[in-house]
């Protein structure tokens, strides 16, 4: 008979029972390949830092608006993989599942989420995966975003590991645009009305359109002597405020995609 602290489990074969030391086990596996995960996001991370602090102290101009960074929760890791029908494995879903970690590099122009990008995968410890341009070559309702998959080695007391992390690099408007598609997709649950999809691709359309004003203005006041820039840069600024400020007005007056709509 199975003792009673035991666990049983119905699987394709018949039933099997996992004690509690078992399960332990089990739990600390699943807590350790994930820990692989958030080291190597910290190394990707540091890399990112090293090049924003540089930046920052040694010449004119920061491409690196913001940074942020995740490892899927366990919850979420198990719902994908059941999802791909990827093997219960450590090994398939290393191989299959690609986005485990993830970090997010909000830049203030286009051209310097490439020119991040060059920055990062040049360093000698990183090897590229995969690329996915979709700022030259946009999805088809509007998102934008210059996707690569690098690995980066992990040393650990047992050897070394390398870790799969997702990066993603795209200007603010692009981010702004992205977390009110998200929101909207999680409002409807992906049952998005056509009327609101088409509004979201022509707001993509706009962000773009704002992408490629902002850095000609940009441009523009970095060519101008140094005592002209500085009132140009700060003329650019308000502008900005304004065409954002006009945008989000926009939105909340029903001139775009809101949550409410519908």
């Known amino acids: 008979s199975t003792d009673a602290r035991e666990l049983l489990v119905t699987t394709d074969e018949g039933v099997e029972s996992f004690s509690p030391d078992q399960l332990r086990a089990m739990r600390d596996e699943f807590q350790r390949f994930l820990l692989e995960y958030q080291f190597g996001l910290r190394e990707v991370e540091t890399k990112l830092g090293i090049l924003r602090d540089e930046f920052l102290q040694m010449h004119d101009y920061n491409p690196i608006e913001h940074v942020s960074s995740r490892v899927k929760t366990a919850d979420s890791l198990v719902e994908k993989v059941i999802r791909k029908g990827v093997e219960p494995n450590f090994d398939a879903i290393r191989g299959a599942i690609t986005d485990i970690a993830g970090i997010r590099v909000t830049t203030s122009f286009s051209k310097d989420a490439y020119r991040l990008f ?145």
Not at 138 to 144: F, V, W
Not at 196 to 220: G, K
Not at 247 to 259: D, I, K, S
Request: a negative charge.
């Open 118 to 262: 060059d920055l990062l995968t040049a360093q000698d410890d990183i090897t590229v995966r995969a690329v996915k341009d979709y700022i030259a070559e946009p999805k088809e309702n509007g998102y934008k975003s210059l996707h690569v998959i690098v690995e980066v080695p992990v040393f650990l007391s047992t050897g070394r590991v390398d870790v799969a992390v997702e990066v993603q690099f795209r200007t603010i408007a692009m981010d702004f645009w992205a977390s009110l598609e998200h929101k909207i997709y999680y409002k409807y649950d992906g049952a998005v009305p056509d009327g609101l999809l088409a509004e979201l691709r022509e707001a993509a359309q706009v962000a773009t359109t704002l992408d490629l004003r902002m850095e000609a203005l940009h441009d523009q006041v970095r060519a101008l002597p140094r005592d002209e820039e500085a009132d140009a840069a700060r003329e650019v600024t308000a502008d900005k405020a304004r065409t954002l400020l006009e945008a989000l007005q926009r939105y909340n007056t029903g001139g775009g995609p809101t949550l409410d709509a519908g």
